[in-house]
Structure formats: structure tokens, C-alpha cells
């Protein structure tokens, strides 16, 4: 039988990028199902409260990128590893996820993904960043996507190779130049 619980492997302590006192970073190896070995890292700081997490594979895949074309609702439900240095861009969506320096793994779904993309599109409306027609064709756009009824591409940039997609209509990519080099 094999354990399911989460080991800590390891911990270090760096700088807390708020507030410069130290933040300690505890990392985990856990087996988990469908996906397989993962390590979380996760960190919180006991000053200021500032809370970091990431997720990544134990097993590093090389720069890859994962590509999953959604066409039906069930599609949105595949499982997605996103580490803190992925980027997930959907050209139908003019979405772009590009990781900062204080970027955060997780684990979601496509569908996860696109309710995170919704909250930051209303955000930035109510902020008054963007006229409001725009703003609402945005939001039906993803609502639309989210429910099956409009076909886009789920495409999950990978440089270090820690990340990963559960569904059978996952493609797995080498990386353009650019891509690699982090560009837009
Ligand atoms: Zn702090």
C-alpha cells in the first residue's frame, strides 16, 4: 500500500518580499491521484502575513507546453498543476497569465481558471479600466466558455516543465523561441 499523506521534505527560510523579516518555506512530497508526485511549497510570514504557495511535479519534464482544445463542457472540468513560473494564455479569451515575482502555484480546473479570470475582468471593470460594453462582451465571452458554447484553446506554457493537465486531450508541444524567452 502506498501512503497518500503528504511528507515534508524540506525547509528553508528566505526573505519576506513584503516586509524583509524572515519567511519560512516548508515543502511537502505528496502522490497524488491521476497526477503523481507532486511538492507543494507553502509559506506564510509570521509579521506581516503574507502567505506564498506554489505547486509543482517532483519529476522535471523540460520546457513543454500543454495544449488542450476545449469543445465540449466536461472539457473544462481536466484537472490543471500550475506552477508558480507557468503561463496560461487562451487566444479566443484574450487571456494572458503571465507569472510575476510573487506568482503562486495551484491546483484548479480549467473551469477554476476561467471563475479566477471573471473576478480580475469584473475587478478591473468596476475599477473603470475598460468601457463598459467591452467589459460585459468580456464576461459573456468567458461565461459562454465556461458552459461548452464557445470552443477556445486552453494552452498552459510550461519553461520549467513542473506543470501539467489531466485530460485524455492534452497535447503535449515543444516551446517556441519566444516563449521560451518569456515574451508576448
Ligand atoms: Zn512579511
Same mark, same amino acid.
Not at 511535479?57 to 466536461?74: C, F, H, M, S, T
Given at each position: 500500500?502506498?501512503?497518500?499523506?503528504?511528507?515534508?521534505?524540506?525547509?528553508?527560510?528566505?526573505?519576506?518580499?513584503?516586509?524583509?523579516?524572515?519567511?519560512?518555506?516548508?515543502?511537502? @512530497?505528496?502522490?497524488?491521484?491521476?497526477?503523481?508526485?507532486?511538492?507543494?511549497?507553502? $509559506?506564510?510570514? #509570521?509579521?506581516?502575513?503574507?502567505?506564498?504557495?506554489?505547486?509543482?511535479?517532483?519529476?522535471?519534464? $523540460?520546457?513543454?507546453?500543454?495544449? #488542450?482544445?476545449?469543445? =465540449?463542457?466536461? =472539457?473544462?472540468?481536466?484537472?490543471?498543476?500550475?506552477?508558480?513560473?507557468?503561463?496560461?494564455?487562451?487566444?479566443? @479569451?484574450? #487571456? &494572458?497569465?503571465?507569472?510575476?515575482?510573487?506568482?503562486?502555484?495551484?491546483?484548479?480546473?480549467?473551469?477554476?481558471? @476561467?471563475? =479566477?479570470?471573471?473576478?480580475?475582468?469584473?475587478?478591473?471593470?468596476?475599477?473603470? =479600466?475598460?468601457?463598459?460594453?467591452?467589459?460585459?462582451?468580456?464576461?459573456?465571452?468567458?461565461?459562454?466558455?465556461?458552459?461548452? &458554447?464557445?470552443?477556445?484553446?486552453?494552452?498552459?506554457?510550461?519553461?520549467?516543465?513542473?506543470?501539467?493537465?489531466?485530460?485524455?486531450?492534452?497535447?503535449?508541444?515543444? @516551446?517556441?523561441?519566444?516563449?521560451?524567452?518569456?515574451?508576448?
Amino acid at each position: 500500500m502506498s501512503e497518500r499523506k503528504p511528507r515534508k521534505i524540506l525547509e528553508y527560510t528566505v526573505e519576506c518580499p513584503i516586509c524583509r523579516r524572515n519567511f519560512k518555506i516548508e515543502e511537502f @512530497l505528496y502522490d497524488m491521484p491521476l497526477v503523481g508526485e507532486i511538492i507543494i511549497s507553502s $509559506g506564510k510570514c #509570521v509579521n506581516c502575513g503574507y502567505r506564498w504557495n506554489d505547486v509543482r511535479l517532483a519529476e522535471i519534464k $523540460g520546457p513543454r507546453k500543454i495544449v #488542450v482544445e476545449v469543445r =465540449d463542457p466536461n =472539457d473544462v472540468n481536466a484537472l490543471v498543476v500550475r506552477s508558480s513560473t507557468a503561463s496560461i494564455v487562451i487566444p479566443e @479569451l484574450g #487571456v &494572458e497569465i503571465i507569472p510575476g515575482p510573487a506568482s503562486l502555484g495551484y491546483i484548479t480546473t480549467i473551469e477554476g481558471i @476561467l471563475l =479566477d479570470v471573471l473576478d480580475k475582468t469584473s475587478f478591473l471593470c468596476e475599477e473603470g =479600466d475598460a468601457p463598459p460594453e467591452t467589459c460585459a462582451e468580456k464576461k459573456k465571452m468567458i461565461e459562454k466558455a465556461r458552459n461548452g &458554447e464557445v470552443p477556445f484553446t486552453f494552452i498552459l506554457i510550461d519553461p520549467e516543465g513542473t506543470s501539467t493537465i489531466v485530460s485524455d486531450k492534452a497535447r503535449i508541444l515543444p @516551446l517556441e523561441k519566444k516563449e521560451k524567452e518569456g515574451e508576448k
